[in-house]
């Protein structure tokens, strides 16, 4: 007979069951890992329901889905058990105490994805916090403590699923406050010239052509006979802009600030407009001088109003980017120490716009440093180092000398395995910005007297920040060279044009003797890149599900499942036997991710929520993904009564969880 309410009922089927049958809404039950061969009808089901009850796992969550190219995976999609939810959240509580609270994380804020206001409020109020904001799939919880607090204190009583993370805080390393050096100083008659291509100067009217080097240092005039950005949409995830600059308003085609939740995306430190400027200001309209894709379109995304930038905020801007299906995202931003678990989040974000022919450009960073600063060391992002004033013409600094032949590194510039590739920055040299870094437009509403600006509405700016719409700009002219890429919206196409970009490197080592650093990736070149073709692809993984993958990505994947990673280029082409001999493959715990032959089995005994890392290596090229192991979901069907003349419902649940029917619709 069939067992009723109140009774916690442990049902398991096995793969040798014939018939399936339906759970009444009234029972509670346990989900266990198991597969169903057939299904009967409905009301067949109802009859041998009368006799005993089973549940019902009719068919499995695909895992892959969690970076499908076609949606988000929110933390609420993660399925990880209380417990499991507070052993990440200690673990992060741990880090939190090395760091400084309102200089490295927000105190007391906390952030998870949802996809839904009302979920948002439900999981406040499971941990007890408030909502501070909800938009772009992104919620802030506040709480009346630390947050280093709330998340050591989450093991003791915490009854949410739902993992949460620091609102971390990233910074812009190179703003308009910097620069103080006075219009009288700069002496450009002086300013030594570069022959090695066609100057922009020389064949059109704007009149700071002459000031912006980095043009002629990547051979943009010649790319120009190519293409100028036609049809391609960059997003500027950054402070903002000046939308009516005279350099930029006929290329501004959306605003938006998350900051503001409005579309006024007014720019009040300048680094933002400098990026913007750097990418797409106007060409030949005699004002100013001009942008690598001067007839690219931009997209403007305020993710902060200052130089401190919220984990938060980045994420909603990243989605808003793929709301706007833009052809290129620049980001010239970083932040360090971030968990675990929330660089998989942003990583998520990111893949959700690289599988929709995305191109992600990102700042290295400016602390001459080796460590990993995120976005740039994430996987799908192609991560920008600085060369200063001495790549391109003669530049004495310390007493060393770099020329073109000895080319500079800027002494800022990060450098390490993450570096992708290498553009023109500028030196920030002396005792301010000068002819040696970076002239673009700014807001003209600053006085060039009172602030130290070459004149009204345009700057000399240097960092990675300014390196990385150089090659984001590069990145548009490669997609309006091949338009049909453009129509792909896949990975296919981001990855097609991530390829050519890197393929442009000059193949040269770019050195900073002062700090004894080096970058051996060489710097782009826009000509190269618009012309040439590819030389040597990247290796990358494809899933299951057709996501492409690049090195160092973040994926989910389901405790006691297996799959087959197929090494492909970045087109998806998958790599021949002869690219890939000699190759071999490694995981950072075998125990409990083995990889053989490219296929990887996860153990169920796998902790969840902390990343394990699976690589292939062969010819000196290697691709890593971090997995993060998660409980498998299974779906299960109930009917709200015994009718046989009932209808039948379905929800999903955890593997090895209890669920309460009666609560369910």
């Not at 805080?169 to 190179?174: E, G, K, M, R």
Request: hydrophobic fraction near 35%; aromatic fraction near 8%.
């Amino acid at each position: 007979m069939r067992k009723r309410v109140n009774k916690l009922i442990a049902l398991f089927l096995t793969v040798s069951l014939s018939t399936t049958s339906l759970v009444y809404a009234e029972d509670v039950a346990e989900i266990s890992d198991v597969e169903v061969t057939t299904e009967e009808s409905a009301e067949a089901s109802s009859e041998a329901a009368d006799e005993e009850v089973n549940i019902t796992a009719v068919e499995n969550s695909v895992t892959a889905q969690f970076c499908n190219a076609d949606s988000l995976v929110y933390d609420t999609d993660l399925s990880l058990t209380a417990a499991e939810t507070a052993a990440v959240l200690s673990q992060t509580a741990d880090e939190l105490n090395e760091l400084t609270a309102d200089e490295d994380y927000v105190s007391n804020e906390a952030v998870f994805t949802t996809d839904s206001e009302e979920t948002a409020n439900e999981v406040a109020a499971e941990y007890g916090a408030e909502l501070e904001s909800y938009s772009d799939g992104v919620a802030v919880l506040k709480f009346d403590k630390n947050v280093a607090d709330v998340f050591s204190e989450a093991g003791e009583s915490l009854s949410s699923n739902v993992l949460l993370h620091p609102n971390y805080i990233s910074n812009f390393d190179d703003s308009a406050s910097e620069i103080v050096i006075e219009p009288e100083e700069l002496d450009f008659s002086s300013m030594p010239k570069a022959t090695t291509a066609s100057s922009v100067s020389a064949s059109h009217s704007d009149p700071y052509l002459s000031k912006q080097w980095f043009l002629d240092a990547i051979s943009v005039n010649d790319a120009w006979s190519v293409t100028k950005g036609s049809g391609a949409k960059v997003a500027i995830l950054d402070t903002g802009c000046d939308v009516s600059h005279e350099d930029l308003a006929a290329n501004i085609a959306e605003t938006w600030s998350v900051v503001k939740n409005s579309t006024d995306v007014t720019d009040s430190i300048g680094h933002g407009t400098h990026c913007a400027g750097t990418v797409a200001a106007a060409l030949d309209n005699s004002k100013g001088g001009a942008g690598v894709a001067p007839e690219s379109k931009l997209y403007i995304i305020q993710i902060a109003s200052g130089e401190s930038i919220t984990f938060s905020n980045i994420i909603k801007g990243i989605n808003k980017a793929a709301e706007w299906d833009v052809d290129v995202a620049s980001m010239s931003f970083g932040g360090y120490n971030y968990s675990s678990s929330a660089a998989a989040l942003m990583q998520n974000a990111i893949n959700n716009l690289y599988n929709n022919g995305t191109v992600v450009v990102a700042a290295a960073g400016n602390e001459h440093v080796g460590y990993y600063s995120y976005p740039a060391s994430l996987g799908n992002v192609i991560s920008v180092a600085s060369a200063g004033y001495g790549m391109y013409a003669s530049h004495t600094i310390e007493g060393h000398t770099y020329s073109p032949s000895d080319p500079e590194l800027a002494y800022y510039s990060n450098y390490g395995d993450t570096v992708d590739i290498i553009a023109p920055g500028g030196s920030a040299t002396g005792n301010g910005y000068s002819y040696v870094d970076n002239l673009s437009t700014v807001p003209s509403s600053y006085n060039s007297v009172s602030s130290g600006f070459v004149s009204t509405g345009y700057a000399y700016m240097a960092g990675t920040s300014m390196a990385c719409p150089v090659a984001a700009g590069v990145a548009a002219l490669i997609y309006s060279a091949n338009s049909d890429l453009i129509s792909k919206n896949t990975a296919a196409s981001s990855g097609a044009v991530e390829e050519k970009l890197l393929a442009s490197s000059d193949g040269k080592t770019y050195s900073n003797v002062t700090y004894n650093t080096s970058v051996d990736t060489g710097c782009l070149n826009a000509l190269t890149a618009v012309t040439g073709s590819a030389s040597s692809s990247p290796i990358m993984i494809k899933r299951k599900d057709g996501t492409i993958l690049g090195d160092n990505t973040y994926v989910f994947i389901e405790k006691g499942t297996s799959e087959k990673l197929r090494l492909v280029d970045a087109s998806g082409k998958k790599l021949s036997s002869s690219e890939t001999k000699g190759g071999s493959w490694e995981s950072s715990d075998s125990s409990n991710f083995s990889i053989k032959n490219g296929k990887v089995k996860v153990s169920k005994n796998a902790t969840a929520g902390e990343p394990v890392t699976v690589k292939f290596t062969c010819n000196g090229k290697t691709v890593r993904i971090n997995f993060m192991a998660i409980n498998k979901v299974k779906k299960i069907v109930y009917r709200k009564s015994s009718k046989k003349l009932g209808k039948n419902y379905s929800t999903s649940a955890t593997v090895n969880s209890s669920i309460d029917l009666s609560s369910l619709s």
